[in-house]
């Protein structure tokens, strides 16, 4: 059984879009699971010689929902998160917006009262734009998530993967990098989102 629901996994015979998967009705499950991200743009410096590659796009990351028996989460609600939220709450998005941050001038930031660290309004939407174009996500159900995403970590090359994934070689730069860019956001005065995109408002006009 969990040979099968790994090769699943790893040998998707579709790999879904963001448009796909917050179009309505959603076609993720509203159930218990595994997910898997596969990329068609990688990150600067993330290492790639190890991992699994299905039609132009590679195997970075896996997650599952939920993450114990007490939480309420599902393959849908956090699949679709990852898509369309933010830093704060989606592991996923706050580490490639680490990645990316050369590509773009929206640095982790705190917002809101200070508490948060998300990339700004702008800056997830720019993510968003890269994953609609560059990511593709699959799916197995499955009882007890925690236990297939085990055997992956310990079987499959994920570098994106930080929680049960010390032994792959990039997560120690991983780490790293994202504690550079909480730090840096810490010694950064909070955004002021509204004064953000009113100024970027300001510079299209004719």
């Known amino acids: 059984m969990a040979l099968l629901l790994k090769d699943q996994l790893l040998r998707p015979e579709r790999l879904l879009s963001r448009s796909e998967v917050l179009s309505r009705p959603c076609p993720v499950p509203a159930k218990r699971g595994v997910y898997a991200w596969y990329f068609s743009s990688i990150p600067d410096g993330v290492p790639t010689d190890a991992c699994l590659s299905v039609d132009g796009h590679t195997l970075l990351y896996v997650g599952i929902s939920p993450k ?34 050369g590509q773009n001038d929206f640095p982790l930031r705190r917002v809101g009262s200070g508490n948060r660290m998300t ?12 994953l609609a174009q560059n990511a593709r996500v699959c799916w197995v159900e499955h ?20 929680q ?22 810490r010694a950064m005065p909070i955004a002021q989102e509204g004064n953000q995109q009113r100024l970027i408002a300001k510079e299209q006009l004719p």
Do not use: C
């Open 119 to 130: 990339l700004t309004h702008l800056g997830e939407q720019w993510l968003d734009q890269w």
């Open 164 to 185: 049960g994934n010390a032994h792959h070689g990039f997560s120690p730069r991983l780490s790293e990098m994202r504690l550079a860019a909480k730090a840096a956001a």
């Open 68 to 101: 114990n028996e007490s939480s309420s989460q599902n393959l849908r609600k956090r699949i679709s998160y990852h898509y369309r939220g933010n830093a704060e709450g989606s592991t996923l998005r706050l580490t490639l917006g680490v990645l990316l941050g």
């Open 143 to 162: 009882p007890q998530p925690w236990v297939l995403e085990d055997e992956l970590l310990r079987e499959v090359s994920l570098p994106l993967n930080l």
